[in-house]
């Protein structure tokens, strides 16, 4: 007679595949790739109305440097990660609604034509080896605000900064 399933796993390696694959789940701001911009035409042309949403956007998000960082974080008192970021920085300061990960934002977006880059636009990343895994607001003079990480929370950087420079993916805006 065969003894009863036993499983081949030691308790300590059921704990180590429990944190693994939790750490699978948690891996940041965007977990779903975004589908193919094809087809999507890049702003070349940029309203009046939309260059004043966009500072407006840009001052605010200014406003929030030091808040803390959380992951899934979306208000100040909690801190953000950087999607909550750009959640909250766009709801208060241009009344847009925007829901989901960095991911979801990139969907959410029309691609902006670079040599039109203005204050309010979204920034997009592939920091986890992943599309869309990042999202920052441009502020201007080639700078941006994001949620970082628990160490340095909500703060600004260089877009041309060799680290954010090789991972950038693309403008995008949902003010125009």
């Known amino acids: 007679m065969s003894p009863p399933f036993r499983s081949a796993l030691h308790p ?45 956007v840009a001052l605010y998000a200014m406003s929030m440097l030091d808040q803390g960082y959380r992951w899934g974080g979306k208000a100040p008192q909690g801190g953000f990660d950087c999607s909550g970021l750009v959640s ?30 203005q204050a309010g636009d979204l920034l997009f990343f592939n920091t986890l080896g992943q599309p869309s895994s990042h999202v920052g607001v441009y502020v201007g003079k080639g700078q941006f605000v994001h949620a970082a990480n628990e160490r340095s929370g909500v703060r600004m950087d260089r877009l041309g900064d060799r680290y954010y420079a090789t991972r950038f993916e693309g403008a995008k805006t949902v003010l125009d």
Request: proline share 4%; charged share 15%; with cysteine.
């Open 88 to 117: 909250h920085v766009f709801r208060e300061a241009a009344g847009v609604d925007l829901r989901g990960n960095a991911a979801a934002l990139s969907r959410q977006s029309r691609p902006v034509d670079l040599t039109t880059l």
């Open 12 to 56: 300590r390696g059921w704990a180590l595949a429990a944190c693994a694959m939790a750490l699978a789940w948690l891996q940041g701001c965007g977990t779903v790739a975004p589908p193919s911009a094809a087809g999507k035409q890049a702003l070349t042309v940029r309203s009046e109305q939309s260059a004043q949403r966009g500072s407006d």
